[in-house]
């Protein structure tokens, strides 16, 4: 049945990613990289945009970087950062995150950021809720992590 033996690379693909190992509840590694606890803040009904925040540790000895961001959750994820300019914040867009080999990318609030643009349900951005988002590498690949949501931010996040 050579169709089958087709497509049981794919499937055994689409089984690996699924089953990435969690180093500790709320963590996931695709090679050398790992996503510390991806969170997003609750918002109240009806808020038309949403964030998400996780710190990329690479432990490897090469650079990697984040290159996309895709949710259903959304129409369209987009990569922030905050940016100083005439002396206020603002928000603008990157096609990359550079993710430095032995150490990380932070993203946390005022500063580098996911932006949920066209959220499909709201009601899944309420405390203990999660829904799920793909990371894409240049280099480790596709990884898919549940984000959790939550009422006050991790007061770990980033420094474990
Ligand atoms: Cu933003």
């Known amino acids: 049945m050579p169709s089958l033996w087709?497509?049981?690379?794919?499937?055994?693909g689409l089984v690996s990613s699924f089953l990435a190992p969690l180093t500790q509840a709320g963590d996931y590694q695709a090679g050398t990289l790992q996503v510390v606890?991806?969170?997003?803040?609750?918002?109240p009904p009806n808020a038309p945009t949403a964030a998400v925040y996780f710190t990329l540790r690479n432990q490897g000895s090469a650079d990697d970087r984040l290159v996309g961001v895709e949710t259903p959750m959304?129409?369209?994820?987009?990569?922030h950062q905050h940016v100083g300019a005439d002396g206020?914040?603002?928000?603008?867009?990157v096609d990359s995150v550079i993710v430095p080999a032995s150490g990380q990318a932070r993203f946390a609030p005022m500063g580098n950021h996911v932006m949920l643009?066209?959220?499909?349900?709201?009601?899944?951005l309420v405390e203990g809720d999660s829904f799920?988002?793909?990371?894409?590498?240049?280099?480790?690949?596709?990884?898919?992590?549940?984000?959790?949501v939550l009422a006050t931010p991790p007061s770990d996040n980033g420094s474990r």
């Not at 087709?6 to 055994?12: F, N, S």
């Not at 066209?118 to 899944?124: A, K, M």
């Open 6 to 12: 087709r497509a049981l690379p794919l499937l055994c």
């Open 37 to 43: 606890m991806p969170w997003s803040q609750q918002l």
């Open 74 to 79: 959304a129409t369209e994820a987009q990569m």
């Open 88 to 93: 206020m914040m603002k928000m603008q867009q």
């Open 117 to 124: 643009l066209g959220l499909q349900s709201r009601s899944h």
């Open 132 to 148: 799920p988002l793909t990371l894409r590498f240049q280099h480790a690949g596709d990884l898919q992590v549940q984000v959790q």
